[in-house]
């Protein structure tokens, strides 16, 4: 009698689903921690738009809702609440306001600046655009001169900062 060739053994097989589950389960657990990382670049390129849209809408003049803008302003509430701001007087502060709010995994972790004893270090704080000029003041004074906002996924633990320099230059790190 002879044995026939065609076909696999039960231990090929066994072995050939072990190896599809092994890359299955790296597969998966990447394309988790993937999606996550996209939303932290997300959170920091939805605040470098507001950043821009700030700067672009103070450089140009545009109007808040009577008049021209007296500044832009964008405003960083805790950790979720960042808010686009046109600020009017006219006799009384008229406020425009574009609410931005993170990802509940988003937040922002730290904020630092150059140099530090003229920077913000907490949590709120302002950023704000001269009319016509865009000239950035960070925080409360004009002596801080580039300000780093870091942002931090809760479930993945990773981090991604935003720049700001006063001269007007605005990016990623």
Do not use: H
Request: glycine share 6%; net charge positive; aromatic share 8%.
């Amino acid at each position: 009698m002879r044995k026939s060739a065609y076909g696999f053994t039960l231990v090929e097989l066994l072995v050939v689903i072990a190896v599809m589950a092994l890359i299955s389960t790296v597969v998966l657990a990447n394309y988790r921690s993937f999606g996550e990382d996209q939303k932290l670049k997300n959170a920091v390129l939805d605040i470098q738009s507001q950043l821009r849209s700030a700067q672009t809408n103070a450089t140009t003049n545009i109007k808040c809702k009577t008049k021209t803008a007296d500044y832009w302003r964008i405003s960083i509430f805790g950790q979720t609440d960042i808010r686009l701001r046109c600020i009017e007087f006219n006799p009384f502060p008229n406020i425009v306001d574009k609410k931005l709010t993170l990802d509940p995994n988003i937040q922002i972790d730290s904020v630092s600046g150059n140099p530090a004893a003229f920077c913000p270090s907490v949590l709120s704080f302002d950023i704000t655009f001269a009319p016509l000029t865009g000239k950035i003041t960070l925080g409360s004074t004009t002596n801080c001169t580039s300000l780093t906002v870091t942002l931090k996924n809760t479930k993945t633990g990773n981090t991604k900062s935003l720049v700001i320099e006063q001269g007007g230059r605005i990016y990623a790190q």
